[in-house]
């Protein structure tokens, strides 16, 4: 009897945990969803509308993320799940990364698709369909997310990155965005650790 209690212990809390994915996972699509809308749309807002939206979605950023710490503390494998997406909060929160598109990627731990990313940004630079400074900036962006992710950069990346004058600045916010609590302290090893393991 207390063999079968425990198993159903154990798939009770299996379910909880399910549960908890789920919501968290349409939690942050309804929030990067909303982060998005609210760039594509900011020529449309009237004066002061922007302002006002972007720090309503703010808020709830921080609340959520708030509520995502919470929700891992103590579970390794929820850390290694959603290490990468609270630092990918903390970024957009911070204003440190400032590029939708880029955050849900680092969100969602996607280096692949990171990198097709910074490739079509090459592209459209080439044929002069963004500007060189749309292009540092997302750049900038993009491998740092990449960095954080555990992804090695080629000596044409790092050098990149130290050229640029608001890399290193960026890099030092993501990092200092680690050094808080013992989840926050965990996170980059066990996303960096992860991703590493999948490429073996």
Known sequence: MKAMGKGVARSRG?????LLR???NDQINRLLDQL????ELKDEFEEGEYEESKQETMAQLREFQEFLERSVQGDMSLVSEYGAT???LQAAISE???TPEVIRMFAKKQ???LRKRLAELQRDKKIRQISTAQFQSQAVEILTALKKL?????????????KMSNARHMEDAVDKLGM???VEKSIINTASKEIKAAKN
């Open 36 to 39: 998005e809308d609210l760039e």
């Open 150 to 162: 555990g992804s090695k950069l080629s000596s044409q990346e790092q050098g990149f990155l130290e």
């Open 180 to 182: 808080g609590s013992s």
């Open 111 to 113: 280096p692949d698709a």
């Open 22 to 24: 789920a919501n968290i």
């Open 96 to 98: 440190a990364f400032k």
């Open 14 to 18: 299996a379910a909880q945990t399910e």
């Open 86 to 88: 609270i630092l990918a």
